[in-house]
């Protein structure tokens, strides 16, 4: 097991820069994962980890040993892909061995099948090792990928999406398992997703990418509570952020084209007179004795809990209430704002007062 | 197995699909079957004409209107096979009464003639095995090489490579023959197997870049990439995983080099001579010789079919996924 640096990654293909100048330091057996949008840079990160891409700039350190040099077989990664990584027209067990008979590792057929056997009981694989992967269901198949992966104890495990393919009650599941496979083996791991809720529940710290770039590293709480530009801010959390224009105007801010005015502490952050108000749905509370009213324009019940869209003046909320609730359309309602967890962006869409994670 | 919800109790054995029962549908497959048997046998014409004319005598091969029912004989296989000389009407007598015959020297003296020696077809046959055989592994072998790289590597000038591979096909090779015969005459490479081998694997292997390329394509390279990671070289994941993986491909490669070489009649009948001369050009060759023997070039074209239907056969398997080409299923 390994920790993992890297330093000022710049990765191009052709004219695209994929990874630009990209550094993250990942600690020994922590759960780390890369989250952003389709094309940030999180595979193309993952593999040049593995050294299945070579990186224009920049290296690459398991603990202290520069890696760049070093071929993907002899950097010792176990690497998960979204899809078609099962060997075909083999069967689970020759899949699962395929690593083991390496000839870099040189292990006999008994501590190669004992190996085996104890990883399959783990993954409750153990009654399909003799099957042809071609039978195996989704679910079974990223079972075994994984199987494949942790029987011959990688420094570093790999991740790239493995879940996105299988369907959510089974995403769900394996998400838990494969929580619990980590924390108590303890390997580290980088997982990558598009998924801001695996990520916020797996995650011991994560990076969020985009367009090839960190814009944010952290704990799950820091990148929630504390999102460091307004793409984080809208990128985790359902239903997504409300980012409102607002003014600073006299002690009170103001919605630009909305009727709502907060009180403004000082103390709090200096803000600018213009500015970005983001209101997490889940602080903006519907209650009788709320301050300020609204039309319902939409809701949208979830069971446990009811998103409700409003429209105050030329302004539109999103709001969260939990349960079920019988509110009808075009009904008006009063609400309020917990403003303890305001948060303030400027015009060049980046956090205001306290930074957000590391 | 888990039973899932709503699932019917008892297995379905018959097609539930309302688009294959009823008249109508029936009626269409039907028709499309014979229309199917219509066409193969008219394909099949030919070839059973050769078959039958390899087993007819001298007479009955020429005879019009043509003999469908006739008594084989292998006299063509024989005449094939051997040298033979006119006898006299003296040396036929003086021969009929000689009980050392073979069943060959009867069949040879039915018409007049005696058994010399041995013809040159079973060398030529020959020849054209070896070189066929081989310039087919050359291709197959460089041609799985070349396709790996250009699909899985970044080639510099990879569009104009691959252009420049097809366009040696671009020409019609009996354009090319006359400069070709002065190279080889100044190579020393006329009328020798080499000469054939280079020329054919040279030919074949655009082809079969091509072909593979697409058979390589198809193939994920995360199977690859996990083989990496799991700790073998690019070489061993190339051997262990695409190479089995690319055996359909590899089968429909074999079997149209094969078939291109073994058939080539233009370059070896202009590059050859007597030592490496292969079968297609020894056919015709017969024509002229005392008169055309209908049953010995039948009997030499049949002979000429039998390694090319033995490798299709062997490779069938293989081959029935091949020519669907790039419809492999995924996943």
Redesign the interface.
């Known amino acids: 097991m390994s920790g993992i640096r890297l330093e000022g990654i710049t990765k191009r293909f052709g004219d695209l820069t994929a990874l630009r100048d990209l550094s993250l330091t990942v600690h020994d057996g922590e759960f780390f994962v890369l989250l952003g949008p389709t094309g940030a840079g999180k595979t193309t990160t993952l593999r040049v980890i593995a050294g299945l891409e070579r990186q224009e700039e920049g290296a690459v350190y398991f603990d202290e040993h520069l890696m760049n040099e070093i071929p993907p077989a002899d950097r010792d990664t176990a690497f998960v892909f979204q899809q078609y990584s099962l060997y075909p027209n083999m069967t689970v067990y020759e899949n699962m061995a395929f690593p083991l008979k390496s000839p870099l590792r040189n292990l006999d057929k008994g501590e190669i099948d004992r190996r085996i056997r104890e990883t399959a009981e783990k993954l409750r694989i153990g009654q399909l090792l003799d099957r042809k992967t071609a039978n195996l269901s989704g679910g079974e198949m990223q079972r075994v990928s994984i199987g494949r992966a942790i029987v011959r104890e990688p420094r570093v495990f790999l991740m790239d999406e493995p879940l996105s393919n299988l369907d959510a009650k089974l995403r769900e599941s394996l998400r838990v398992e494969l929580e619990h496979l980590q924390k108590t083996q303890g390997i580290t791991t980088i997982f990558v997703t598009h998924d801001q809720i695996e990520a916020l529940t797996m995650a011991d710290r994560l990076a969020v990418l985009n367009e090839g770039r960190i814009v944010q590293v952290g704990t799950p709480e820091d990148i929630y509570d504390r999102p460091a530009t307004t793409f984080v801010a809208q990128l985790v959390g359902t239903p997504r952020i409300n980012l409102i224009e607002a003014q600073r105007r006299n002690g009170v801010l103001k919605m630009s084209k909305g009727a709502v005015e907060l009180p403004y502490a000082d103390s709090a952050v200096s803000l600018p007179e213009t500015f970005l108000l983001g209101i997490r749905p889940e602080d903006i509370t519907l209650r009788a004795d709320g301050e300020f009213t609204g039309e319902v324009v939409l809701t949208e019940p979830l069971g446990v809990e009811t998103i409700i869209h409003l429209k105050t003046g030329e302004e539109r909320l999103l709001a969260v209430v939990a349960g079920t609730k019988q509110i009808a359309i075009g009904e008006t309602v009063s609400f309020g704002v917990v403003t303890d967890h305001l948060h303030f962006f400027g015009a060049d869409q980046k956090r205001l007062g306290e930074a957000g994670g590391e | 197995m888990q039973q899932s919800p709503g699932a019917p109790r008892q297995p379905i054995t018959s097609s539930t699909r309302v688009d294959q029962v009823g008249f109508r549908p029936q009626l269409m497959r039907g028709i499309k079957a014979g229309l199917a048997v219509v066409a193969m046998i008219i394909m099949l014409i030919p070839a059973v004409w050769m078959g039958m004319t390899a087993f007819k005598s001298r007479p009955d091969a020429v005879s019009v209107p043509p003999k469908v029912f006739f008594e084989p004989t292998v006299e063509g296989f024989v005449s094939l096979l051997t040298k033979r000389r006119q006898l006299t009407g003296e040396e036929i007598d003086a021969y009929k009464q000689r009980i050392d015959l073979s069943f060959a020297d009867r069949l040879a003296l039915k018409r007049g003639q005696a058994i010399i020696g041995q013809s040159d077809f079973p060398k030529f046959l020959r020849n054209s095995l070896i070189i066929s055989t081989v310039s087919t592994f050359f291709s197959v072998f460089f041609g799985v090489l070349a396709a790996y790289a250009f699909s899985r590597f970044k080639v510099r000038g990879e569009n104009d490579l691959l252009f420049f591979i097809l366009s040696t096909r671009m020409l019609p090779p009996v354009v090319v023959t006359i400069p070709i015969f002065l190279m080889y005459r100044a190579l020393n490479l006329y009328d020798t197997h080499f000469g054939l081998i280079l020329l054919y694997t040279a030919f074949n292997l655009s082809f079969a870049v091509w072909l593979l390329k697409g058979f390589i394509d198809e193939i ?1 390279r ?2 690859e ?9 690019r070489l ?1 994941a190339f051997r262990k ?1 695409v190479l ?2 690319s055996m359909t491909g590899i089968a429909a490669t074999t079997v149209f080099s094969f078939i291109f070489a073994w058939n080539e009649y233009a370059f070896a009948l202009m590059l050859t001579a007597d030592v490496a001369r292969t079968a297609p050009p020894s056919l015709p060759s017969r024509i002229g010789t005392g008169g055309v023997e209908w049953a010995a070039i039948a009997a030499g074209s049949l002979a000429c079919l039998v390694p090319v239907i033995l490798l299709t056969f062997g490779l069938r398997q293989h081959l029935l996924r091949g020519v669907t080409f790039g419809a492999i299923r995924k ?1």
Do not use: H, K, R, S
């Open positions: 994920p995360e199977y990439e996990a083989a990496l990671v799991d700790g073998y070289t061993q995983i089995p993986q996943g």
